[in-house]
């Protein structure tokens, strides 16, 4: 390929990942796991201040990744993906994180962050 071409640096989507046929907002991975949540700083470009954000951690066969869920207000939230979540649509970003954020039975009360 030559460097002129703007599809060199696209990733190659996985055989069989077409998630609108399948419904799974995690398709196309490989043993996705959830590994952490933690709070993280992060600006907008909207904005001029520091905002707190969810950050998500994530693990699979391809490799690595988060997911950060931005609360801009009450009715009003983004998603950002990097790693192996980068160039996700929102509302995708939105149901991997939700499918990946682990129940509360799943996990003893001692190592599950307080939300509210």
């Known amino acids: 390929m030559s460097s002129e071409d703007p599809t ?4 190659i989507p996985l055989e069989g990942a077409d998630v609108s046929t ?4 995690l398709g196309g991975l490989r043993e996705p796991r959830y590994v952490s949540l933690e709070r993280s700083p992060i600006r907008t470009r909207e904005n001029l201040v520091t905002r707190s954000a969810w950050r998500l951690s994530a693990v699979c066969t391809e490799g690595e990744g988060t997911i950060s869920l931005i609360e801009l207000s009450p009715t009003v939230s983004l998603y950002r993906g990097e790693g192996v979540f980068l160039g996700w649509t929102s509302d995708r970003l939105q149901a991997a994180y939700r ?7 799943d996990s003893p009360n001692d190592q599950f962050p307080q939300l509210g």
Request: glycine fraction near 6%.
């Open 99 to 105: 499918t990946l954020l682990p129940r509360a039975e």
């Open 22 to 25: 399948s419904g799974d907002p």
């Open 8 to 11: 060199h640096d696209r990733p």
